[in-house]
């Protein structure tokens, strides 16, 4: 399969641990997204990466949100001291360079935060 | 704030009808708009864009831009079951991120 992959795809913690997430786009695209969609919302946009630069990070994201794309493959999206209102889908998409709009999203990786 | 808004629905229209989806945007300079299609439990996929003024046509689907007015709509033609999902609609302020609105719930009724 060469969409775009997340791992894990369910994750339960409890309030005040880390978690991470892993995406791995398809190979050939450059940009890399992190959105996250809470139950009947849109996906809000978290950061966006072009090979390993982060170029973007919205400003709703707290300091508690740390993404990273080495060597401008895979990406991993950290949340550090959970909190209830981190849970919800976190989802992953990648374009290639000549962005047309259409995001390829990965399943998503749902976190739930007890 | 950059908005894009939707009426979250339900939409329930019956086979073989017009669904029509609508929404607006609250940023002039955006350039580009989307339509996706998210089943429940599933990710977004593209099904339409649109740059320009006017309309779109793709099979049975038909977009609608008016940047006057700010306004894009979603036309879906002999509507099916399997056309039943959450609408989002997404627009682009450069070309390297979307901004999504909420979504427009669909049931299509047999």
């Known amino acids: 399969d060469t969409g775009v992959s997340q791992n894990p795809r369910h994750k339960i913690t409890k309030r005040g641990q880390n978690v991470t997430f892993r995406c791995d786009p398809i190979s050939e695209h450059n940009r890399l997204y992190w959105y996250r969609q809470t139950l009947g919302q849109g996906p809000e946009f978290l950061t966006y990466?072009?090979?390993?630069?982060?170029?973007?990070k919205s400003r709703l994201l707290s300091d508690r949100f740390s993404a990273e794309r080495p060597k401008g493959s895979f990406s991993t999206l950290e949340i550090q001291r959970t909190e209830q209102g981190d849970s919800a889908m976190y989802l992953c998409?990648?374009?290639?360079?000549?962005?047309?709009?259409?995001?390829?999203f990965g399943e998503g990786s749902r976190l739930t935060v007890l | 704030q950059k908005e894009v808004e939707q009426n979250s629905g339900p939409l329930s229209v019956p086979e073989g009808a017009i669904a029509s989806l609508n929404c607006t945007y609250s940023d002039r300079g955006s350039q580009s708009f989307f339509w996706y299609r998210q089943y429940s439990g599933k990710s977004p996929e593209l099904i339409m864009s649109?740059?320009?003024?006017g309309d779109k046509e793709d099979g049975r689907f038909t977009a609608q831009l008016n940047k006057a007015s700010q306004y894009v709509s979603l036309l879906i033609r002999d509507s099916q079951p399997s056309d039943s999902a959450t609408y989002l609609c997404?627009?682009?302020?450069?070309?390297?991120?979307?901004?999504f609105g909420t979504g427009t719930r669909l049931q299509v009724f047999p």
């Open positions: 998409a990648s374009s290639p360079d000549r962005n047309t709009g259409e995001l390829f």
């Open positions: 997404a627009a682009s302020y450069n070309t390297d991120k979307l901004i």
């Open positions: 990466f072009q090979n390993e630069a982060q170029l973007e």
């Open positions: 649109i740059y320009s003024n």
